[in-house]
């Protein structure tokens, strides 16, 4: 199976801040690299696809990069909205495999 | 609009079986993969199968497999999975999620709660 390595898995920072979530991955998994923001008591809701592109309606200040295995989510300019837990996901192959989650506070 | 509305979550005992369904909606079913994601109580997300658009292909996380049965009614917009041989430890919400062409969960439902206990 591949390992999802997350970090970190918690962190607070205040609005206006620039916030990165790092994905580590136990072996190549190509593109095929997600993004997904959950709040409490709610589904995830997807962010951003093929490690870098943003789904429609998703705010620009999300954006993915990376390559091999080393992803990263950033988000530019935090707002108070964004408190939630993140997670990646590879569906590179089976069983897909998600991150253990990063739950961002607002300060 | 796309619209997935899992039901069939309870209350079980160990050892026990239960089925939980997804009413599809908004899009044509029948040229998706389908998905069953899990998340226990206060834990993260786990992948727990997925089913081609027209059924003939199956895949199943380790520790489901052998009591877990994934399906679909086309005709039905309509996705399923069977759970039998319950045991504590498939306690969570179950969402139901659709995948794009390259295995991507966009779409989630609401999830549906599952409980295993005595």
């Known amino acids: 199976d591949i390992q999802m390595t997350q970090s970190p898995s918690s962190l607070s920072a205040s609005v206006g801040d620039r916030v990165t979530i790092t994905c580590r991955t136990s072996q190549g998994i190509r593109n095929d690299l997600g993004w997904y923001q959950q709040k409490p008591g709610k589904a995830p809701k997807r962010l951003i696809f093929a490690v870098s592109s943003l789904q429609s309606g998703v705010p620009s200040r999300f954006s993915g990069s990376g390559s091999g295995t080393e992803f990263t989510l950033t988000i530019s300019s935090l707002q108070p909205e964004d408190s939630a837990t993140y997670y990646c996901l590879q569906h590179y192959t089976y069983p897909y495999t998600f991150g253990q989650g990063t739950k961002l506070e607002i300060k | 609009e796309v619209q997935l509305v899992e039901s069939g979550g309870a209350l079980v005992q160990p050892g026990g079986s239960l089925r939980l369904s997804c009413a599809a909606s908004?899009?044509?079913?029948?040229?998706?993969?389908m998905n069953w994601v899990r998340q226990a109580p206060g834990k993260g997300l786990e992948w727990v199968a997925n089913i081609k658009s027209d059924g003939s292909e199956k895949n199943y996380v380790d520790s489901v497999k052998g009591r877990f049965t994934i399906s679909r009614d086309n005709a039905k917009n309509s996705l399923s999975l069977q759970m039998n041989s319950l045991r504590a430890e498939d306690t969570a919400v179950y969402y139901c999620?659709?995948?794009?062409?390259?295995?991507?969960?966009?779409?989630w439902g609401q999830g549906t709660l599952v409980t295993v206990s005595s």
């Open positions: 908004g899009f044509s079913f029948n040229s998706y993969w």
């Open positions: 999620t659709r995948l794009l062409n390259n295995g991507y969960p966009d779409y």
